[in-house]
């Protein structure tokens, strides 16, 4: 994991370069540490043995979870609950900060163990200002592709004014939350499309799985797939809004998930979901919701049963293309 820092003062430039070196000595003793691994919060609890994350032994206890696909319109945002810890997973457009902020307060919710934001395009990041000047977050993971525009620096912004950091995680980390934790999947390297430099994660719960890719596309899931890390999941929510450029055979294959949730807004101009990946996924029985059909969708789990706050939905319908041909 690598950190960052974005507080331009010197005397943060000076800590952080002694931190750096302090670090490189640590490595260069061969304590086999991840960079991360002094930082101020819960570190990645992994690598230590020499094996992948997804095959260290460690086991994910189960405790009571609820995994919420905000309906944030077009967009993400999915808050999962876990034992008394608490992650948000996107925020959804700059307007749907101020609706997300109720709706987590609404929850109880106080303070987040994490925000993961997957990367930074406004239907993900567009929000995250207000969510973090409004909650105390534990630890920020951030994709490492920048974009130079009013929202991504808005969030940097809204980071700098809380003295927060962020962290790019790597692939094969393995982050706690209460007994569950999740894996980070991707971004596994550099790409020139912000949708395929998106943080994937697997949450795990027991024996129940969680899988989220942002706005992957075809090519960083193929990467996915080459890292040999496991993508098998109960509850898939489809890659990027349901987009034929995400949820590729081969992909939704490896995943074989039971369930999948599509995150998109009512008649959105990009025609999500589409008729493609609806396809792929009613030809191998997967049960669907959709926040734009059914508003906020909410799963429980207990380790080994997931069950849901409504039915699937049944229509098949896929959106139109109206606007130019998108993201
Ligand atoms: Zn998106």
């Excluded at 991360?36 to 009571?64: F, L, P, V, Y």
């Excluded at 696909?69 to 457009?93: A, K, P």
């Excluded at 163990?113 to 200002?129: C, E, F, S």
């Excluded at 920020?140 to 927060?164: C, G, H, P, Q």
């Amino acid at each position: 994991m690598r950190r960052r820092n974005r507080r331009n003062d010197p005397g943060n430039r000076l800590a952080a370069k002694l931190i750096y070196l302090a670090l490189a000595a640590l490595i260069a003793m061969g304590t086999g540490k991840a960079l991360g691994d002094s930082g101020n919060h819960d570190a990645a609890r992994t690598i230590s043995s020499g094996g992948q994350a997804g095959e260290s032994g460690k086991t994910a206890g189960a405790q009571e979870t609820e995994i919420h696909y905000i309906d944030v319109g077009q967009g993400d945002s999915t808050l999962i609950r876990s034992g008394g810890h608490t992650m948000l997973i996107d925020c959804g457009l700059n307007d749907q900060g101020t609706a997300l902020q109720l709706y987590l307060t609404k929850q109880g919710v106080e303070r987040l163990d994490y925000l993961v934001l997957t990367h930074p395009d406004a239907d993900h990041i567009g929000g995250a200002d207000v969510i973090i000047t409004k909650f105390d977050i534990d630890t920020v993971l951030m994709s490492d592709f920048e974009k130079d525009n009013k929202t991504y620096r808005e969030v940097i912004d809204a980071l700098d004014a809380k003295s927060l950091s962020w962290s790019v995680p790597r692939p094969g980390e393995v982050y706690p939350l209460g007994e569950a934790q999740f894996t980070i999947l991707a971004p596994n390297r550099e790409y020139t499309d912000p949708n395929n430099a998106s943080i994937a994660l697997l949450f795990q719960n027991g024996e129940n799985t969680f899988l989220f890719t942002g706005d992957a596309e075809e090519e960083a899931e193929n990467d996915i797939l080459a890292s040999g890390l496991s993508v098998k999941a109960d509850v898939y929510k489809a890659g990027h809004h349901g987009s034929d450029t995400a949820s590729s055979e081969r992909f939704l294959e490896a995943v074989s998930p039971k369930y999948a949730v599509i995150s998109c807004g009512e008649d959105n101009s990009y025609g999500h979901p589409h008729a493609e990946v609806l396809n792929r996924l009613r030809a191998m029985k997967v049960q669907v919701f959709r926040t734009d059909e059914q508003g906020s969708v909410v799963a429980w789990s207990d380790g080994s049963e997931i069950t849901w706050n409504c039915a699937p939905s049944e229509t098949w319908q896929s959106g139109e293309r109206t606007g130019s041909a998108g993201k």
